[in-house]
């Protein structure tokens, strides 16, 4: 790829990508803060879920996703999804000469920042959770808090089946976060991209005593830093291209497509389908 | 592939496969039922759910599997999985030279036999319960059978979380099953494979006037007729081999296991992770 800089490099797409949809509430926190800037969005859908997967499998599915992107012409990426940031971040990063972020750095941070009493909880899935990443960053930032993790592996099919404000999903959603209240936490990590949907839900439950803290408008503003540092940043007015979002999924677009229209402020247009086992 | 017939083609085990642990339910049964058969087992945990994902991609991994089946000799195969059998079993019964059978077709016989009131209710995820397949194949039985359909997309998640006796799984359970029992049917198919480890609860549920049908235990039948019919069925004693019974996946071997010997008589020792992709 030839060296790009200044503005010209300003107006290539961020590529975001998920294993489906839910890396939506992190794009749009992009569309917010950032409205000048294209995306390429990529949600694996043929292979949704990766919360119970593997990191090797992770990896490599991270790995296809990133090629695919850099077809795309992208000048940065972001791992809009909390296990393929915990699992294939560091591997990915070593492997690619563009810049990548993933989700959790930036929510470890603002929870280190915010609690008073040193006790976080963090939740997420399985594989998030076992993989100890949020731990790790927020013990980078201050050794002395504890972090309580939590699995929660029904939280992602009940937002996918639309329960958000159902008493099924409050009562599960209760159990997962029991231990959490009873170990006295002070801030709370959504450690899923799903998990803004439930925001109110959880609010409800854990009450106005602890912070909750939403990576994906962190990492929005972290993006931002980094696109300022690196003379990536669309300086210029919006570019009068057709699409500045453009949305390519594995699997199934038409259902993508209804679950993106009810988290977007717009309504999608496009959605095209790949081959992700081909790159 | 050499022409194998007799008890020399007898002694080459079964193909069975699904997205993931699912089929182990099948599996259970044919070892009852077939005792002396060898089995090869996939389970593509890597890309599981299939439930909800579209017709050419579970077509498309059907056929990788296959292929990865046939590397091991197989006879026959069982498509251990309702989506599977719903959306690929017509293509690949075309493609390959081997006998395949899916796991509708004996149910949705068994059912037709069952009702009385011709009223018959089939649960199953989102794409087994879209595709019609059940519909289409009871009604070739008898046109004149109503059926039911409803996708309980929670069910899965519910069963691998293991709350298989759980007031949130029966709460789910029953709003799933409130419309079908409404209708008056008189005959439920367990249209996945997974929710026969709910079948107490189910049971619980619809009580003493609904017949439950577990295509997993009619599967079992149905190939039993099939080898017999192909002259592939192992005539002798039980082959002297070590491991009748093989368990490959696509990811996570650990958590498979662990799965596995909760369902199955026996402890599984070795699990084989490949990289179904690469089929």
Not at 57 to 83: D, H, M, P
Not at 113 to 142: C, F, P, W
Not at 196 to 215: F, H, K, W, Y
Request: aromatic share 8%; charged share 25%; glycine share 8%.
């Amino acid at each position: 790829m030839a060296e790009i800089s200044g503005n010209s490099a300003g107006l290539a797409p961020i590529g975001v990508f998920d294993s489906g949809v839910g890396g939506l509430t992190v794009a749009r926190e992009i569309m917010r803060n950032l409205p000048n800037e294209h995306i390429v969005y990529f949600g694996d859908t043929a292979r949704v879920p990766y919360g119970s997967k593997s990191r090797d499998t992770i990896i490599r599915y991270s790995q296809q996703i990133i090629r695919f992107l850099r077809t795309q012409q992208v000048k940065a990426i972001v791992i809009a999804c909390n296990t393929a940031s915990a699992l294939a971040l560091d591997e990915v990063e070593k492997e690619f000469d563009l810049p990548i972020i993933g989700v959790i750095r930036s929510g470890a941070r603002v929870a280190a920042a915010a609690t008073v009493n040193r006790k976080v909880g963090v939740i997420g899935t399985e594989s998030t959770i076992n993989s100890g990443m949020y731990d790790q960053l927020i013990h980078e930032e201050d050794p002395g808090i504890t972090v309580y993790g939590k699995a929660c592996p029904l939280l992602c099919p009940l937002v996918e089946e639309g329960w958000l404000k159902d008493p099924v999903t409050e009562t599960v959603t209760r159990r997962y976060l029991d231990e959490l209240l009873e170990a006295g936490i002070d801030s709370l990590i959504l450690g899923c991209t799903h998990y803004p949907l439930l925001r109110s839900l959880i609010a409800g439950i854990v009450g106005d005593g602890i912070r909750l803290v939403n990576p994906a408008y962190e990492t929005a503003k972290e993006l931002e830093r980094l696109l300022i540092q690196k003379n990536l940043i669309n300086t210029g007015e919006k570019a009068p291209v057709n699409e500045p979002y453009k949305f390519y999924v594995s699997d199934a677009a038409d259902k993508f497509k209804r679950f993106a229209n009810s988290i977007l402020p717009y309504d999608i247009e496009t959605t095209r389908k790949i081959n992700i086992e081909e790159y």
